[in-house]
């Protein structure tokens, strides 16, 4: 089956800090990736997203390239702000059967501190 | 115009009560699903439905029944409720492969269940 596996948190940072948060994958077929975003005492959202090997994806400061060699998709962002304080979900989603089936990783909580 | 909806926010009840989560999506998105997240943010799929059809089901205790009326809704059923349920619980709606999309997920805000 498909797994998503990305680094524990939490990831304690300073303000303006570089920030990565690591993204490994297997999946029977090739699949489109995504970060997803949760704020506290809110849902999920789509933060970036990846369709095809080498695309890179990215909003508000964050990218992600998908790595097929290397099965990954690590987020990244150049100066991180309180404001992203949040936690990071990698996610795949593969067509079988006709149908997606969406796997999510575990989530990483980032704390970012002034 | 709220995208994807869920009620109640919160739920708070006794062990062995029945209860209901509604979800309604304004998005004319084909599939919607359940999950639930623990309180370790740990994210899990419990049912998906594509045009009002079960699609995914995973390992979920019975209890559990999740009912679409119609291709807009998706209203989660839990019978006999166990202090384990305790979780939040979200719906999230997405356009089918027919559409040319890549299964990008609009999600609710969540249903915070307490079971006491």
């Known amino acids: 089956g498909n797994s998503v596996t990305q680094m524990e948190g939490p990831v304690t940072l300073s303000e303006e800090a570089f920030l990565t948060i690591n993204c490994t994958y297997t999946a029977t077929g090739y699949p489109s990736l995504f970060w997803y975003v949760q704020y506290p005492g809110e849902g999920l959202q789509l933060l970036l997203k990846?369709?095809?090997?080498?695309d890179k994806g990215s909003n508000k400061g964050f990218e992600a390239t998908y790595r097929k060699e290397t099965t990954s998709f690590h987020l990244e962002k150049g100066s991180v702000q309180v404001s992203d304080s949040a936690v990071y979900f990698c996610?795949?989603?593969?067509?079988?059967?006709?149908?997606?089936?969406?796997?999510f990783g575990r989530g990483t909580s980032l704390i970012v501190h002034p | 115009d709220t995208a994807v909806s869920q009620t109640p926010k919160y739920l708070v009840t006794q062990m062995g009560n029945d209860k209901s989560i509604k979800c309604e999506q304004n998005?004319?998105?084909?599939?919607m699903y359940w999950y639930k997240q623990d309180s370790k943010k740990f994210l899990k799929i419990m049912f998906s439905y594509n045009n009002k059809e079960l699609i995914i089901n995973e390992t979920v205790p019975n209890r559990f029944s999740p009912k679409s009326p119609d291709k807009a809704h998706l209203n989660l059923h839990i019978n006999s409720l166990e202090l384990g349920d305790s979780a939040v619980y979200f719906c999230a709606s997405s356009q089918g492969p027919a559409a040319g999309h890549y299964n990008e997920q609009f999600f609710g805000p969540g249903t915070r269940l307490t079971v006491l």
């Open positions: 998005l004319g998105h084909d599939t």
């Open positions: 996610a795949l989603s593969d067509l079988a059967g006709g149908s997606y089936i969406p796997t």
């Open positions: 990846a369709t095809k090997a080498d």
